[in-house]
Each structure stands twice: as structure tokens, then as C-alpha cells.
């Protein structure tokens, strides 16, 4: 650990490096079992919404990487719907 060392409020200590890297994914699975399991209790809409998330992400890939064709020039605008993309699959579930 480095030598500054962060408390939270509560006293616990920020997890830094290896403790962090191992921490995040056991976290992120946490929540997401969580979130499984209460989704069947939760009505028709989250799960509807849950589907068209996944539609929405395939259009972004499906743009980011020219599918319908590629428009030439910079593609700055393939660069964007590729990062809205990434970060928005890293929130969803992964099954």
C-alpha cells in the first residue's frame, strides 16, 4: 500500500492496489446477483427495460464499428458511439 493511506469516515481504510483491484469485481458481483434476484419481484418494466438496454447497446456497437457501412473520414463520430457503448455494457449485467 502507499504510504498515504485514506480513512473513510467510518474508519475504514480506501482499498489501494491489489486490494482495490480484487475488491471492485467482487463488488460489481455482488450488486449484480442482488439485481438479478430482485428482478422478477420488480414488475414489468425493469425487465422490458433491461431488453431495450441491450438493443440500444447492440445499435451503438453496430455503429461504432460501420456495420451499415462505413462513412469514410475521421471517424470520430464511430469513436464516441464506441465509448458510450464500452462504458454503458460495463453497467449492465453480464448475463
Do not use: I
Request: proline share 6%; hydrophobic share 35%.
Amino acid at each position: 500500500m502507499n504510504e498515504v493511506n485514506e480513512v473513510q469516515e467510518n474508519g475504514d481504510h480506501v482499498p489501494e492496489g491489489l486490494d482495490f483491484l480484487r475488491l471492485v469485481p467482487e463488488q460489481e458481483d455482488h450488486c449484480e446477483e442482488r439485481t438479478r434476484k430482485l428482478l422478477p419481484e420488480l414488475g414489468q418494466k425493469p425487465p422490458r427495460c433491461l431488453e431495450e438496454f441491450g438493443t440500444v447497446l447492440s445499435l451503438l456497437d453496430s455503429a461504432a464499428s460501420c456495420f451499415w457501412g462505413c462513412r469514410g473520414g475521421d471517424h470520430v463520430l464511430e469513436y464516441l458511439a464506441r465509448r458510450v457503448a464500452s462504458s454503458a455494457r460495463a453497467s449492465a449485467p453480464d448475463r
